[in-house]
């Protein structure tokens, strides 16, 4: 059985966001926020704007910074599909880390399980993850020269060493309940997922003893089993329970999921600017039905997938992501007006962003050791 | 659902060698074996006395060897219990092999799957790999220059790499087919075992294109899935199916399974002399009830595990084993004086044998690389 709402396989929405940090153990955000505010760390938009709803341990790691110990964050991509908004999500966040915190990063490419899992060619994962996601990455601000990007079936023999340990630490029913089924791909991607994560503190790649990984709420499954994992091999292999941030996801245009599967209804970052321009204008927005009624009621920012865009980083102030919420609430602002400004700060994002990409992707190349087959 | 008789992590007797032949497609022995003879190749003294009962793709290997091509044999022990006559069988095979046909032999040492699927603690399964499997092996007589021993968890990027992508191509029935049932050790476990099998046709390992693998009856499963991955990655890596030969299994001085857990009925060469002589005597033989009968009668070799331990290579002369099966069968000679014929043999093997392991402990810890967790 899959706890209702979480699959990382799924394609499913979390609409209850509190839920999960009552049902599954993740702690809520908020009293944290206030901590690191007081101790005069410095915040991310996204936690500032209560994106990030919940953690695991990420007061323990914060404190380990203050004490001067080695932090890394920690991310993985799929190679399939094309880099959108909800992809700049993660980014953004390693990015704050990186250079407002000075962690290392850590970036797998995830072409062994696009391969088992999604049946996704090799050569084609390999460019996939190099031409979309790493030059994305870069062309977003990541400094390639503090980042580690590796692929999964890239990286030496103590990772994997890792991964077959795990595997003699996990049972088919623990399995089954955390994946809802059980398949060889899934197995062997989960473990080696669980060592993505974990094998940055082993001293051939760092010893990097606290890690922070930073996941929508869809990956807790994962997450859970790789501290338990952790764990377990306690005796053999010491690792510290990585720490973990769930943000919430990014809806897509039209309010269902944002997803590389619905292009319609997905803002990629290197769309064409006119195409991008036509998806916006189609965009689902909180108005009302009429400009007189929205006029005298205000629109609903809650409801709307433009005020999202401001809201997950196309707004970078605070300020001005309050004006735009009131006057939107006001009826003060209609929705016309409101996607043509929409379009300016978009029109900018993507041109500053497709400029970089150019050269971006040639460093893609040389920066990330490449499988040979 | 198992298929019956053929279960390589359980404890089952195979009694009718040639049904396996029947049903599972192996291909009979004895016309290769005559083929080989009349091309004038060495028989191995388990060819020759048709221990050796079946085959998949030999012919095609030996045809390869005489064009001059490389050729590699390759074996893989758990490191769990101790090295017995059993293990002795195996090893036989690759001296002959290595000695008699001049090929390279790759050793695997399953440590991965000690742990995961066995819970032997890493260390403990080092040491047994070593000074038990690898030290017994070079006392025998394989030359460890010509040798390649790893550890399952130390064997580099493109191995692991195979066993990715494997992931991706068997399907949970078809592992429970395969296996009974499906858990991630087992998964990793038999993944890994491919990659064994498989790898050394990598540039990263020599690149050999034909590699035998002598196996048990009970071992198919294995070698059926792992010449089904083969296959399957076809068009991505290029990978010839291995060859195998399947091997009559010794059995334990009682009749039963010689295994390391039934330590009373299994000669193990690292036997203190005294106690393998108290094992031979108290050995079931294909005797009569009384003297008088036997004589009258004679004895049945195929019942007598005595018989075995000459048959299996104790007696390494087929005109002197002949002998001895005759004189059983004719009455001529009874149990207590045929036993004491084993214990000369036996004891001087073993003496032989215990010598050289002295040495070879030591040799063991230099020629293999040790995983550093």
Redesign the interface.
């Given at each position: 059985m899959v706890p209702e709402g979480l699959d990382p396989w799924g394609t499913v929405k979390i609409k209850d966001y509190d839920r999960l940090v009552s049902v599954f153990g993740i702690q809520s955000f908020r009293p944290l926020k206030i901590e690191l505010a007081r101790r005069g760390l410095p915040l991310s938009l996204h936690m500032r704007r209560d994106l990030i709803f919940g953690h695991r341990d990420l007061d323990r790691v914060m404190a380990a910074l203050e004490r001067g110990e080695k932090v890394a964050v920690l991310t993985g991509f799929m190679p399939s599909g094309r880099f959108h908004f909800g992809h700049k999500l993660t980014v953004d966040q390693l990015i704050y880390y990186q250079q407002e915190l000075g962690m290392k990063v850590f970036v797998a490419l995830a072409d062994?399980e696009a391969?088992?899992?999604r049946?996704i060619?090799?050569k084609k994962a390999v460019e996939i993850a190099l031409n979309e996601y790493v030059a994305s990455m870069i062309a977003l601000g990541l400094d390639p020269e503090k980042t580690e990007f590796y692929f999964?079936?890239?990286?030496?023999?103590?990772y994997?060493?890792l991964?077959?340990?795990?595997?003699?630490?996990?049972?088919?029913s623990e399995?089954e309940a955390v994946y809802g089924?059980?398949?060889?791909?899934k197995?062997?991607?989960s473990?080696?997922q669980a060592a993505d994560i974990l094998h940055v503190q082993l001293d051939?790649y760092g010893g990097y003893k606290w890690v922070i990984v930073p996941v929508g709420a869809d990956q807790d499954p994962h997450i859970r089993l790789t501290r338990d994992l952790a764990d377990r091999l306690s005796g053999?292999?010491e690792l510290n329970k990585p720490a973990a941030t769930y943000h919430k996801l990014i809806r897509g245009l039209d309010g269902g999921k944002m997803s590389s599967s619905r292009p319609d209804f997905t803002l990629f970052l290197s769309d064409e600017p006119s195409l991008a321009r036509r998806k916006l204008m189609a965009a689902l927005t909180g108005g009302r039905a009429t400009a007189e009624e929205q006029r005298r009621l205000g629109g609903v920012p809650e409801k709307c997938t433009v005020y999202d865009l401001y809201l997950f980083g196309l707004v970078k102030s605070d300020q001005e992501l309050r004006k735009l919420y009131d006057d939107c609430r006001s009826g003060r602002m209609l929705c016309g007006q409101c996607k043509r400004i929409a379009w300016g700060l978009l029109e900018e994002l993507l041109r500053d962003f497709q400029e970089r990409l150019v050269q971006a992707r040639e460093l893609a190349w040389k920066v990330v050791d490449i499988?040979?087959?």
């Open positions: 062994a391969y088992a899992v049946r060619p090799r999964q079936t890239n990286r030496g023999t103590p994997y060493r991964m077959q340990l795990f595997s003699g630490k996990v049972t088919t399995f089924d059980i398949n060889p791909a197995v062997v991607a473990l080696t051939e053999e292999v499988p040979r087959f």
